[in-house]
């Protein structure tokens, strides 16, 4: 069924009278795309030799003092920029199609949308460099990496509950703002807080488990939102 509602998509973005304009912005995005993953990969890299030859530090525990500066940047680039999907899936409720049966679709279509999986061309290689350079273990990076990319599925979810809600939104980056800078001057020591939670990912057997349950939550809470919400 759901490779039936994918060809119906391609049928219909085929058949739509605007087209020609649809197709050049896919292809643009499609480069914009391939350009963000091969930021990512270098990123990867650069910000692993830097941190471990320039600073002369952790890698993974200066990557993980920041993780949380830039999960809630990732949030707010989802809020303003990650499409949600559901306006290309309402038309076929007037199909003998199940709605649950077109939430579940819309679901598997977010999931693997390059706003989640895209970071993995980060993750894999900056994983690959803690262990074949750093000395890391392969059991304990394994562990990190999941748990990182589970942070985003987080955020991913999370995004679909804010759908909407500026004030909301608005109200959490401003409290995130305000610790920044409470970190800044010295009053809280936010960054180490998120160094010792995230390195934890690595460093504690079983941690990695914790943004999984967590993003299964939220998954589970966004998904009653969009079916209670799945109407024409």
Not at 33 to 45: C, Q
Not at 198 to 223: E, K, N, R, T, W
Request: no cysteine.
């Amino acid at each position: 069924m759901y490779l039936k509602l994918l060809s119906f998509e391609l049928k219909s973005f085929f058949r739509n009278p605007q087209f020609a304009g649809k197709l050049v912005l896919k292809i643009l995005m499609a480069f914009g795309f391939i350009w963000l993953g091969l930021t990512f990969v270098g990123l990867a890299a650069g910000s692993f030799y830097f941190i471990k030859d320039k600073m002369q530090q952790d890698p993974l525990l200066v990557f993980s003092s920041f993780f949380l500066y830039y999960a809630v940047l990732d949030l707010l680039v989802r809020y303003f920029m990650q499409p949600m999907p559901t306006q290309n899936i309402k038309p076929f409720l007037t199909q003998n199609i199940r709605r649950t049966t077109l939430v579940n679709y819309t679901i598997l279509k977010i999931f693997f949308h390059f706003f989640n999986w895209g970071y993995l061309l980060f993750v894999i290689p900056f994983a690959v460099l803690l262990i074949a350079d750093g000395g890391y273990s392969i059991p304990g990076v394994l562990m990190f990496s999941v748990g990182i990319m589970f942070v985003f599925y987080f955020n991913n979810f999370l995004n679909i509950l804010l759908n909407k809600k500026d004030k909301v939104l608005y109200a959490v980056a401003a409290v995130v703002i305000a610790l920044g800078a409470a970190d800044y001057y010295g009053y809280i020591p936010l960054s180490t807080w998120s160094g010792k939670i995230f390195y934890a990912l690595y460093s504690v057997p079983g941690a990695f488990l914790i943004p999984v349950v967590l993003a299964g939550v939220v998954a589970y809470l966004a998904y009653r939102n969009i079916l209670e919400n799945f109407y024409l």
